[in-house]
């Protein structure tokens, strides 16, 4: 059986968001009156080394470690307050500072992406430059800030690979604090907890792999691969879709 850093490296090399999202859409089980999310994190684009999808920066897959912001007010969840040194933020020590805890733990040595959850109603950013920069220096392989982020020279100027759903010129402490740490989030409404899968395709998107799916994913990609090749060949010598979907896609 591979490793799970052979099997991210096989990720980065063959695969795009979209070959995921089409494998979890098999393999997933959607709750009655609900969408397929497929994993895909939506609305989110790359800010960082360059703003926009491109196809020049490189793909990077790694667990996640999850951080949660909430309004300045906000009472931290229970999770927090009942287990700081776990989940929690003793006094003292800046959120960023924890970025690194859940990978140095992780026995398959795999790095981690950093996924931050913001309430959708905030305009402050939550990543700025100095963030950043730590980030790099504990060896994170990138974030996804599932809100708004500013100082983007100073966050080009890391290299690290950050997507975001916005941006802003105000600092976190206008409106926002961090909560907890290394517990599930929502990124617009699709749960992502510490330790799944984060892919980042700078050209098609982010999309978030659950732990326990990821054997199933790795073995069902390459079969919906080839059927979609066969289709594709079908159509391009004038099958019609239709047709195409119902042999290779049945």
């Not at 959607?30 to 703003?51: C, K, M, W």
């Amino acid at each position: 059986m591979s490793t799970l850093n052979e099997q991210l490296a096989t990720l980065v090399e063959k695969y795009t968001a979209c070959d995921i999202s089409d494998a979890l859409l098999k393999l997933q089980k959607v709750p009655e009156g609900g969408t397929a999310r497929a994993g895909y994190l939506a609305d989110l684009a790359p800010f960082s080394p360059i703003i926009g999808r491109n196809e020049t920066t490189k793909k990077i897959a790694a667990p996640a470690t999850t951080f949660k912001f909430l309004s300045k007010g906000a009472t931290p969840p229970t999770i927090a307050t009942e287990n700081p040194e776990k989940h929690g933020f003793p006094p003292g020590k800046h959120w960023v500072d924890y970025a690194g805890d859940f990978a140095a733990a992780d026995p398959a040595n795999a790095g981690s992406i950093i996924v931050i959850e913001q309430p959708g109603d905030q305009y402050c950013a939550v990543t700025g430059g100095i963030m950043a920069t730590r980030m790099k220096v504990l060896g994170l392989k990138g974030a996804v800030v599932g809100g708004r982020i500013r100082d983007l020279r100073e966050l080009q100027a890391t290299g690290l690979p950050i997507w975001a759903r916005s941006t802003s010129t105000v600092g976190t402490g206008a409106e926002a604090k961090a909560v907890a740490r290394d517990v599930p989030i929502s990124i617009g409404g699709l749960t992502v907890s510490p330790g799944d899968i984060v892919f980042c395709d700078p050209f098609e998107g982010v999309v978030v792999i659950p732990r326990d799916l990821l054997d199933p994913v790795m073995e069902l990609m390459p079969k919906l691969i080839s059927m979609d090749e066969k289709a594709i060949e079908a159509v391009a010598q004038g099958m019609t879709v239709t047709q195409a979907f119902r042999d290779f896609r049945a």
